[in-house]
């Protein structure tokens, strides 16, 4: 069946290194993503979006980049803070129409040493 | 804007009572979707409504039920629960495909 998955269940950089978290999707005809981030206690957040005409887009410290040829989806953040420290999420979505629904990965940890 | 809104945030039952959990988003969006998030096994669809007087199952609906009877609600119904269904609860809107914005989530334990 299809699935996404993320590489490693925990992430620990140095604060002010980039951070690299990676996830693998498995549905190529997916043509949507979605990174988010959950902190402690509270609800993922948007962080940025890919379609899959696009393999790299930048908002502010973060940029999203897509393989579509391995099927990589990761998530890059500049110059790391301990406010980053959150479970990160990625989530596909393949275009059926008004019932398509978003798959998630399982998450990993991002932390943040000092 | 107040966003994505959830009562309650905290619920504690004994197998076999009822509950609704209320979820409210004032961003005018169709598309509202029910999550249970548990450790190890990532965000998993309940039930969702593609807009007013919609509803439809999720990835596991089973001991649930929803209604959408306002464009701004979605509830989120559990008629017995059991204790497999002790999880953090959350909801999420979209204005269209794509997007989703979630609510702080609800915590239930089931005794």
């Known amino acids: 069946g299809e699935s996404v998955g993320l590489h490693l269940p925990t992430l620990s950089v140095q604060e002010g290194d980039n951070s690299i978290i990676n996830c693998a999707y498995s549905?190529?005809?997916?043509?949507?993503f979605i990174w988010y981030k959950q902190e402690s206690g509270k609800g993922p957040q948007f962080i940025i979006d890919?379609?899959?005409?696009?393999d790299k887009r930048q908002g502010q410290r973060v940029t999203v980049l897509l393989n579509k040829t391995v099927k990589h989806l990761s998530l890059q953040i500049a110059a790391t803070q301990p406010g980053d420290s959150a479970v990160y999420f990625c989530?596909?979505?393949?275009?059926?129409?008004?019932?398509?629904?978003?798959?998630f990965g399982k998450g990993i940890t991002l932390s943040v040493r000092p | 804007n107040a966003g994505v809104t959830q009562t309650p945030k905290f619920r504690v039952l004994k197998t076999g009572q009822s509950m609704t959990l209320l979820c409210a988003q004032d961003?005018?969006?169709?598309?509202m979707y029910w999550y249970r998030q548990d450790p190890g096994m990532g965000l998993r669809l309940i039930h969702y409504?593609?807009?007013?007087?919609?509803?439809a199952k999720g990835e596991v609906p089973d001991g649930y039920n929803v209604s959408r009877l306002k464009k701004q609600n979605f509830l989120l119904g559990l008629e017995s629960a059991a204790p497999s269904q002790t999880s953090v609860y959350f909801c999420?809107?979209?204005?269209?495909?794509?997007?989703?914005?979630f609510g702080p989530g609800t915590r239930l334990t089931v005794l």
């Open positions: 989530a596909e979505m393949l275009n059926t129409g008004a019932n398509s629904k978003l798959t």
């Open positions: 549905n190529s005809a997916s043509d949507y």
């Open positions: 961003m005018n969006h169709e598309y």
């Open positions: 999420a809107s979209s204005y269209h495909l794509g997007t989703q914005y």
């Open positions: 409504s593609v807009g007013e007087g919609t509803t």
């Open positions: 890919i379609r899959s005409n696009m």
